[in-house]
């Protein structure tokens, strides 16, 4: 039986609860479905170490206090890659910090259409715009080992950590540069890119007061808007700017969200895109991604 002052928890009564703090909260925004059942699993394999804990197995205290904690963390809004300290995108692991946006699974297919266009090709060359922490670069580095492939960011501090993120995973076809578009990135790719990739900062401007508290309370407000009235302001820059960039055929691929995708087509064609089309992730149906090539 239980010995006095020594209370272990089985690890299904410990997710049990761990849910329903997460459900409860007001800062999450509880877009898909189970989301909290899979944080919750998420966090307690990150605190005990990668394996899924067996239902019925008991949690040791120090694990399960450390647990109890992340969650009441989670549940301020901290998004779970500041409290592990890295996401898992595609096949690489991204390292987060506070002050760069947060990697997203649902990014995934943006890589993944790069990756598509990229392979085959004699000697492929990306630029991934707003890289962020590298996710979307460092994955197709790694996917795609022959391409050359360039990031940038208007920030200093997200091109330093993606530089550390592909030292780390030991890619060395990459390259991260800090500055605004296309302006930092070196003059002789003019012309010789297949592919740019752009996630870009499409909240307008009056909805950032809507934002889960989540978003906009823990990502850096200029990843999330650019300040224009109709949040297409970036895109209509990029859309301008690639096709000195892509060589003939080259491709543009701009994720947004589901609301967008329309504006953004239209954005593409009227800059004299052809075979423009919005794609839909097979897996989470709510990522669009708006291709286009010159």
Request: proline letters at 7%; charged letters at 30%; a positive charge.
């Amino acid at each position: 039986g239980p010995r006095v002052g020594c209370v272990t928890v089985k690890a299904s009564e410990l997710l049990e609860r761990a849910i329903g703090t997460l459900k409860a909260s007001p800062a999450i925004d509880h877009w898909q479905k189970d989301r909290e059942q899979i944080e919750a699993e998420d966090l307690l394999m990150h605190v005990m170490g990668e394996e899924p804990p067996d239902p019925d197995g008991e949690i040791p205290t120090a694990a399960r206090r450390r647990f109890e904690r992340l969650i009441s963390r989670r549940a301020t809004g901290v998004p779970i890659a500041f409290l592990k300290g890295y996401a898992d995108f595609r096949r690489v692991r991204i390292m987060t910090k506070r002050g760069v946006f947060v990697p997203r699974d649902s990014t995934e297919f943006l890589a993944e259409q790069a990756v598509r266009r990229l392979r085959g090709r004699r000697s492929p060359v990306m630029i991934d715009l707003a890289t962020g922490s590298g996710a979307v670069a460092l994955a197709v580095a790694d996917e795609v080992p022959r391409a050359r492939v360039f990031g940038a960011d208007l920030s200093r501090e997200a091109a330093e950590l993606a530089r550390r993120n592909a030292a780390l995973l030991r890619l060395r076809g990459c390259a991260f540069v800090a500055g605004d578009l296309f302006a930092p990135l070196p003059a002789n790719l003019r012309g010789m890119v297949d592919v740019i990739t752009l996630h870009p900062p499409y909240v307008a401007k009056r909805e950032m007061r809507q934002l889960p508290e989540e978003i906009r309370r823990f990502e850096p407000r200029h990843t999330l808007t650019d300040g224009s009235a109709n949040g297409l302001g970036l895109v209509q820059r990029t859309a301008a700017e690639a096709p000195e960039w892509l060589r003939p055929g080259g491709w543009l691929l701009i994720e947004v969200s589901p609301d967008r995708a329309r504006g953004v087509a239209a954005v593409l064609r009227r800059a004299g895109y052809r075979d423009v089309r919005s794609t839909v992730d097979p897996t989470w149906k709510i990522t669009r991604v708006v291709v286009g090539r010159t």
